[in-house]
């Protein structure tokens, strides 16, 4: 078979410094291509009017219908046409002639001791009869929260040293619709829908933020991205307010402004090293937009206050970023910047020259970043047990490809 994307190929898979004129960016395999009978979920007010225009629902009574269906998709979780009970009988036949409310297929479920679920998602391929694509999203219940970790691409656009979707191709970007559907997923096995059988009379929702911190770079898929966090958002349908989402870039400077401007949800940008020279290295992105520059956009980004910190991201690398000098460093950069730093402890993969920093070494820079003023929590490793149970996985799904379950792997990062 020919090889369609040789640029994956010079993705560095160690602490090597990646060949001059290693490509920065890759292209998309494949285009998204609806089916014949397109789901509803993840369009937004004006999409779902077009939708009902295109079944010939007259303009008078389009904002209505809006409404009620809007109040089912999203506050409601309807799986069936059926189901919308204050929408005449006549619509609902005819919603069900023409459209779907499909979410991406659940090939596997896993619960870890501590109550992480993880979620595996089937999203179609471009090709009838080729294999599908997977993507994973990930629930993180906590004693004040939920968050829900969602992917953006199958596959990422860029190619950081240290991660193991790096490695891999861009296979395509996410739709809006599988991105919402990713949360619909998981409001529907967690019955965390409004009126769920099983869900206590609370208005409390299990699933209440949302960090786009799964596999792909958010920033080069922005307008599904966009599309998707504001149906997320909206106060009367899924209600996860803007301050309850943080979107992680690995610093693409093009479209920082328009993340604050367009969605408004928080920011979180992967820094990982405090030197260009070593940035260049770990996340190769940096030599089209380098340390200085993502920090002025960081600076600038609309919103940002003591009360909407940015939150740096920082990976621990042994012997190659974890220094007490680096940590200094560190604090000097952010100086001016409302910032938060989430210290994240690198989770290996097989194949990856990088290991972990040593657990003192880690309570050293954390220490300095302390006493700088920063509460510097070290992301706390949850659902290791089925994280790094992908042998256990793979016998659920045998019959996922190899880079299939080096996409589950890599799905460890959301740890
Ligand atoms: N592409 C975006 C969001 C997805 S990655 C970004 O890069 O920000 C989410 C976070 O996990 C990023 O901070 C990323 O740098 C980090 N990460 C990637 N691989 C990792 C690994 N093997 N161990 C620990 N963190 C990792
Ligand atoms: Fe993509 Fe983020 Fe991984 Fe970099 S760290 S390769 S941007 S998913």
Redesign the pocket.
Known sequence: MTDPLPIAEAAPAGPRRPAPGLFLEKAPLERYVAPCKPSLVGLSRDALAEALGSIGVPPAQRRMRVQQLWHWLYVRGAQSFDAMTSVSKELRALLDAHFTLARPDVVAQQTSVDGTRKWLLRLPGEHAGEAPHEVECVYIPEPDRGTLCLSSQVG?T?N?S???TGTQRLVRNLTAGEIVGQIMVARDRLADWAGAKDKSSSNVRLVSNIV???M???LYNFEAVRDALLVAADGEGIAISRRRITL???GVVANIARTGSEIGCML?V?L?AVRDELRNELVPLNRKYPIAELLDACRDYPGVSNARRITF?Y?MLKGVNDSTADAKALVKLLKGIPAKINL??????PGTGYACSDWEQIEKFSEIIFNAGYASPVRTPRGRDILAACGQLKSATEKLSARERLALRAMA?T?
């Open positions: 990422c860029l950081c240290f991660c193991h786009m911190m799964g792909g770079e958010p992680s870039t690995s979180a992967s990982h991201e990976v994240i402890p690198f989770n290996p993969w990062m740890d």
